[in-house]
Protein backbone atom coordinates (compact mmCIF):
# COMPACT_ATOMS: atom_id res chain seq x y z
CA UNK A 1 0.00 0.00 0.00
CA UNK A 2 1.44 3.33 -1.14
CA UNK A 3 1.01 6.66 -0.31
CA UNK A 4 1.74 9.89 -2.77
CA UNK A 5 2.31 12.86 -0.35
CA UNK A 6 2.14 15.28 -3.01
CA UNK A 7 -1.30 14.41 -4.40
CA UNK A 8 -3.09 14.00 -0.29
CA UNK A 9 -6.13 16.19 -0.02
CA UNK A 10 -6.66 18.35 2.60
CA UNK A 11 -9.08 16.17 4.64
CA UNK A 12 -6.33 13.64 4.23
CA UNK A 13 -6.87 9.97 3.92
CA UNK A 14 -8.29 7.19 5.99
CA UNK A 15 -6.72 3.32 5.17
CA UNK A 16 -7.46 0.06 7.00
CA UNK A 17 -6.44 -3.39 6.11
CA UNK A 18 -3.94 -6.40 5.36
CA UNK A 19 -0.41 -6.24 4.63
CA UNK A 20 1.72 -7.92 3.25
CA UNK A 21 4.89 -7.44 4.82
CA UNK A 22 7.89 -9.86 3.83
CA UNK A 23 9.67 -12.33 6.51
CA UNK A 24 12.09 -9.88 8.46
CA UNK A 25 15.90 -10.85 8.37
CA UNK A 26 17.86 -10.73 11.78
CA UNK A 27 21.34 -11.52 12.01
CA UNK A 28 22.68 -14.10 9.74
CA UNK A 29 20.91 -16.42 8.57
CA UNK A 30 17.94 -15.57 11.32
CA UNK A 31 14.57 -13.99 10.13
CA UNK A 32 10.97 -13.21 11.94
CA UNK A 33 8.44 -15.05 9.84
CA UNK A 34 5.88 -12.89 9.52
CA UNK A 35 2.44 -14.59 9.50
CA UNK A 36 -0.09 -12.11 9.57
CA UNK A 37 -0.24 -7.98 9.21
CA UNK A 38 -2.73 -5.30 8.56
CA UNK A 39 -2.44 -1.54 9.47
CA UNK A 40 -5.25 1.21 9.97
CA UNK A 41 -4.59 5.00 10.51
CA UNK A 42 -5.00 8.31 8.77
CA UNK A 43 -2.51 10.45 7.17
CA UNK A 44 -3.08 13.88 7.21
CA UNK A 45 -1.22 17.05 6.14
CA UNK A 46 0.21 18.78 8.85
CA UNK A 47 2.89 21.74 9.45
CA UNK A 48 5.98 19.95 8.44
CA UNK A 49 4.72 17.46 6.31
CA UNK A 50 2.01 14.49 6.25
CA UNK A 51 1.09 13.37 10.01
CA UNK A 52 0.59 9.80 10.19
CA UNK A 53 -1.14 8.27 13.01
CA UNK A 54 -1.63 4.15 12.45
CA UNK A 55 -1.65 1.13 14.23
CA UNK A 56 -0.31 -2.35 13.35
CA UNK A 57 -0.88 -5.68 14.52
CA UNK A 58 1.48 -8.92 13.11
CA UNK A 59 1.21 -12.12 13.94
CA UNK A 60 4.96 -12.85 14.26
CA UNK A 61 7.12 -16.43 14.85
CA UNK A 62 9.93 -15.80 17.04
CA UNK A 63 12.14 -18.43 17.91
CA UNK A 64 13.08 -18.80 21.83
CA UNK A 65 16.94 -17.84 22.89
CA UNK A 66 16.12 -20.19 25.95
CA UNK A 67 14.97 -23.03 24.17
CA UNK A 68 15.08 -21.96 20.73
CA UNK A 69 11.48 -23.99 19.46
CA UNK A 70 9.37 -21.36 17.57
CA UNK A 71 6.72 -19.46 19.18
CA UNK A 72 4.12 -17.18 17.91
CA UNK A 73 4.12 -13.74 19.06
CA UNK A 74 1.21 -10.79 18.37
CA UNK A 75 2.35 -7.48 18.46
CA UNK A 76 -0.07 -4.41 18.38
CA UNK A 77 1.64 -1.16 18.06
CA UNK A 78 0.41 2.28 17.55
CA UNK A 79 2.33 4.85 16.08
CA UNK A 80 2.67 8.52 15.11
CA UNK A 81 5.03 9.66 12.41
CA UNK A 82 5.65 13.46 10.13
CA UNK A 83 6.21 11.80 6.54
CA UNK A 84 8.57 14.75 5.17
CA UNK A 85 8.88 15.03 1.62
CA UNK A 86 11.70 16.94 0.85
CA UNK A 87 9.98 19.21 -2.11
CA UNK A 88 7.25 19.99 0.17
CA UNK A 89 6.80 23.88 0.89
CA UNK A 90 5.28 23.15 4.05
CA UNK A 91 8.21 21.56 5.58
CA UNK A 92 9.48 25.10 6.59
CA UNK A 93 6.73 27.08 8.03
CA UNK A 94 6.68 30.72 7.66
CA UNK A 95 6.56 31.12 11.95
CA UNK A 96 8.31 28.20 13.33
CA UNK A 97 8.14 27.59 17.74
CA UNK A 98 10.24 25.11 19.71
CA UNK A 99 6.04 23.65 20.29
CA UNK A 100 5.49 23.42 16.39
CA UNK A 101 8.97 21.66 15.84
CA UNK A 102 7.92 17.58 15.94
CA UNK A 103 11.10 15.40 17.55
CA UNK A 104 13.38 14.40 14.82
CA UNK A 105 12.59 11.12 16.13
CA UNK A 106 8.93 11.25 14.62
CA UNK A 107 10.51 12.40 11.42
CA UNK A 108 10.36 9.73 8.36
CA UNK A 109 12.03 10.83 5.52
CA UNK A 110 10.30 10.16 2.15
CA UNK A 111 12.79 11.94 -0.35
CA UNK A 112 10.39 11.25 -3.66
CA UNK A 113 7.26 12.48 -2.31
CA UNK A 114 6.10 8.18 -2.29
CA UNK A 115 6.09 6.17 0.84
CA UNK A 116 5.05 2.45 0.51
CA UNK A 117 3.20 1.70 4.29
CA UNK A 118 5.42 -1.75 4.18
CA UNK A 119 8.36 -0.24 5.06
CA UNK A 120 6.84 1.75 7.61
CA UNK A 121 5.51 -1.21 8.96
CA UNK A 122 8.63 -3.07 9.01
CA UNK A 123 10.53 -0.30 10.95
CA UNK A 124 7.55 -0.77 13.17
CA UNK A 125 7.92 -4.57 13.59
CA UNK A 126 11.81 -3.82 14.01
CA UNK A 127 11.65 -1.46 17.02
CA UNK A 128 8.68 -3.62 18.66
CA UNK A 129 10.91 -7.03 18.34
CA UNK A 130 12.39 -8.10 22.25
CA UNK A 131 15.38 -8.11 22.61
CA UNK A 132 15.73 -11.73 24.07
CA UNK A 133 12.48 -13.73 22.83
CA UNK A 134 10.95 -16.24 24.97
CA UNK A 135 8.43 -18.28 24.63
CA UNK A 136 7.26 -17.99 28.04
CA UNK A 137 8.71 -16.23 31.40
CA UNK A 138 8.73 -20.19 32.99
CA UNK A 139 11.17 -21.85 29.90
CA UNK A 140 13.90 -23.57 31.06
CA UNK A 141 15.76 -23.77 28.62
CA UNK A 142 18.42 -26.19 27.19
CA UNK A 143 20.17 -28.41 29.46
CA UNK A 144 24.15 -27.14 29.16
CA UNK A 145 25.50 -30.46 29.72
CA UNK A 146 23.26 -32.81 27.15
CA UNK A 147 21.29 -30.06 25.29
CA UNK A 148 18.09 -31.89 25.97
CA UNK A 149 15.44 -28.88 26.12
CA UNK A 150 14.06 -29.06 29.83
CA UNK A 151 10.68 -27.62 28.96
CA UNK A 152 10.18 -31.30 27.63
CA UNK A 153 12.12 -34.10 29.94
CA UNK A 154 14.20 -33.81 33.17
CA UNK A 155 17.58 -35.14 31.67
CA UNK A 156 19.23 -35.61 34.93
CA UNK A 157 22.21 -34.04 34.73
CA UNK A 158 24.06 -32.72 37.45
CA UNK A 159 24.60 -29.35 36.40
CA UNK A 160 26.61 -27.01 38.90
CA UNK A 161 26.90 -23.52 38.10
CA UNK A 162 30.64 -22.35 39.30
CA UNK A 163 31.83 -18.78 38.07
CA UNK A 164 35.22 -19.97 35.51
CA UNK A 165 36.83 -16.64 37.76
CA UNK A 166 36.76 -17.82 41.47
CA UNK A 167 38.03 -21.66 39.91
CA UNK A 168 41.29 -21.24 41.75
CA UNK A 169 39.62 -20.82 44.77
CA UNK A 170 37.44 -23.39 44.53
CA UNK A 171 40.69 -25.60 44.29
CA UNK A 172 41.83 -23.71 47.29
CA UNK A 173 38.48 -24.59 48.96
CA UNK A 174 38.73 -28.49 48.21
CA UNK A 175 42.85 -28.72 49.58
CA UNK A 176 41.86 -27.10 52.62
CA UNK A 177 38.81 -29.51 53.26
CA UNK A 178 41.06 -32.52 52.22
CA UNK A 179 44.16 -31.71 54.73
Not at 101 to 129: F, K, M, S, W
Request: proline share 9%; net charge negative.
Amino acid sequence: MQLDLRDLADEGLRFDGPLALPDLPLQGDERVRVRSASISGTAVPGSFGVDLRARLVARLELGCVRCLEPYEWTIDVPFELVLAAADEDRLEPEEETPDDVPDPALVYPVPEGITDLVDVAREQVYLALPLKPVCSEECKGLCPTCGANRNRIECGCRNEAHDPRLAPLLDIGKRLRGS
